[in-house]
């Protein structure tokens, strides 16, 4: 053998050895080799013959382009739900497998943005700049890597910061009939996290686009986009897509919160989330369970919400806040997804029709609604006022019960009553527009204290706003110190009750 071949077998070897090398270190290999047909196509998912090393949940690719995932293996056929168009994929089409689960772009770059859930822009901004692919599912964090909830996250609503105070790294159900103001409460939320460093993501799953875009116009007028990502499977976009529409907006948040930063994440909602999977999976042919909703569904809630947390420090720190949005029918939460759901969270806010007709907005129930863990978190001059607050309101609704039936009224009653009107006025808001937790101190300490005495209850909300705006210049100094958590003290007390009583000169009339 010549010198000159032995050196070309020689690079021969070394270049398979080090090809390999390359293939041994190679995680995700896709199998070339298998190749795939499809049965049947129709109504967002596909049914798929061939691929036996398909696996659960593996992304499969479609000669079309469109993409897809394994849901259901049965012995000879795979059932498959598209993330794409079902009329680009035909019976015969080849499919492939791809060796990976989803995974969805992370990155600053999503924030600012409106997004499908696979990170696609679906606004007019230019393309993403994406860090890194994360899988949209993974476990939930540890137990040993959490810490309990204790820092507030503040939704300037003043019925819930007052009587059902959430914390970072809780979740807190937001549940009720149509149209009871659910969105705008989880909106708001968002629009209060300006200048709070909490970054928002919020998730529609399966409404209309015109109602999309009201509420991220809402965001961008008041300068919440700036720290929102919105992640939108309208109602037309295909089932798989709205099926992990939030999983998808999770692992965004998780991005961030891995980094230390506190998230807030919003799914709206969950019982069109849920029936979707239903429709998914009766579409299967898996047998149904209760309410026609397949077996695991509680599990697919229940591994989403898991994931929302208060990291240790060991772990950065970061939180993510969840308000996971569901849908009542005639007031029934004892339905199997709103149960469901009321038993994963760590509480809800209960909206009611009643309320809402009856103009008491937002319609928050604070009977049925509760905070499990949020209480501890509440700013301490909170605390004590409010706990008075609720106290007193909840008799007064009592009480206003009792007198409905015409029962004549002794004074004492007559002022209790007006004295609870007052503070019913007191803890209506409009949407959009939140108030700071230092205001809605000051507003808790006016209402408790009788400060309000004089002041028509239609005119309530008026002098609400007039107080609020003449304490932001007389009283700085006071709502800074309440901010860094300090209480009202008893010159505070003088000084508020001083503002006060010239705000309402401007009211009329005074007792
Ligand atoms: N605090 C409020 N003050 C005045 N109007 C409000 C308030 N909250 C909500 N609304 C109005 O009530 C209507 C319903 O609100 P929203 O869309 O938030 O309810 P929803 O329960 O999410 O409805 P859907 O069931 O359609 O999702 C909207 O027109 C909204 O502007
Ligand atoms: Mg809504």
Request: proline share 5%.
């Amino acid at each position: 053998m010549s010198q000159a071949s032995m050196n070309v077998s020689e690079c021969a070897k070394r270049t398979v050895a080090a090809v390999r090398r390359a293939a041994g270190e190679l995680t995700l290999r896709p199998r070339t080799g298998e190749i795939g047909r499809v049965l049947s196509s129709g109504d967002g998912i596909a049914t798929i013959a061939g691929l036996p090393s398909a696996r659960a949940r593996e992304l499969l690719r479609f000669a079309g382009g469109v993409r897809g995932i394994v849901f259901d293996l049965d012995e000879g056929e795979i059932g498959c739900v598209l993330l794409g168009d079902d009329t680009k994929v035909f019976a015969g089409d080849i499919v492939r497998c791809s060796g990976q689960v989803i995974r969805a772009p992370m990155g600053r770059g999503l924030i600012g943005r409106v997004v499908d859930p696979l990170g696609h822009p679906l606004d007019d901004g230019p393309p993403i700049v994406v860090e890194r692919y994360d899988p949209i599912e993974r476990e939930a964090p540890a137990i040993l890597a959490r810490a309990p909830v204790v820092r507030p996250l503040a939704t300037g609503i003043k019925s819930i910061d007052a009587t059902i105070p959430i914390g970072r790294g809780q979740r807190e159900l937001i549940v009720g009939d149509r149209s009871t103001g659910k969105t705008s409460i989880a909106i708001d939320a968002i629009i209060n996290q300006v200048g709070s460093g909490v970054l928002c993501f919020y998730v529609a799953i399966g409404q209309r686009a015109a109602s999309v875009a009201r509420f991220i116009e809402a965001l961008r007028a008041r300068g919440a986009m700036a720290h929102t990502v919105v992640i939108v499977a309208e109602a037309d976009s295909p089932p798989g897509m709205q099926f992990i529409a939030p999983y998808a907006g999770c692992a965004m948040s998780e991005f961030f919160m891995e980094q230390g930063h506190d998230t807030l994440i919003v799914y709206d909602d969950l019982t069109k989330h849920a029936q979707t999977y239903r429709e998914i999976s009766l579409l299967l042919r898996r047998p149904p369970g209760r309410e026609a909703y397949p077996g695991d569904i509680f599990f697919i809630h229940s591994r989403l919400l898991e994931r929302a947390t208060q990291y240790d420090e060991a772990h950065g720190g970061g939180s993510q806040t969840a308000l996971p949005i569901v849908e009542t029918q005639a007031q029934n939460i004892s339905a199997y997804v709103p149960t469901n759901l009321i038993s994963i969270t760590d509480g809800q806010i209960y909206l009611s029709p009643e309320l809402y007709q009856a103009g008491f907005l937002p319609a928050v129930d604070v009977g049925l609604s509760v905070s499990r863990v949020g209480g501890k978190t509440q700013i301490r001059a909170m605390k004590k006022l409010a706990q008075q607050m609720r106290l007193e309101y909840t008799q007064f609704i009592e009480l206003e019960q009792f007198t409905k039936f015409g029962t004549t009224m002794d004074p004492e009653t007559q002022v209790a009553l007006e004295r609870g009107r007052r503070i019913r006025e007191l803890l209506k808001q409009a949407a959009h527009e939140p108030v700071a937790l230092a205001e809605q101190v000051l507003l808790l300490h006016v209402g408790t204290s009788g400060l309000l005495r004089g002041v028509d209850a239609e005119r309530v909300r008026e002098f609400d706003a007039a107080f609020r705006a003449a304490a932001r210049e007389g009283l700085a100094e006071l709502l800074a110190r309440i901010e860094a958590g300090e209480e009202v003290g008893e010159a505070d007390a003088g000084a508020i009750s001083d503002l006060a009583e010239k705000v309402k000169q401007r009211f009329g009339r005074s007792e």
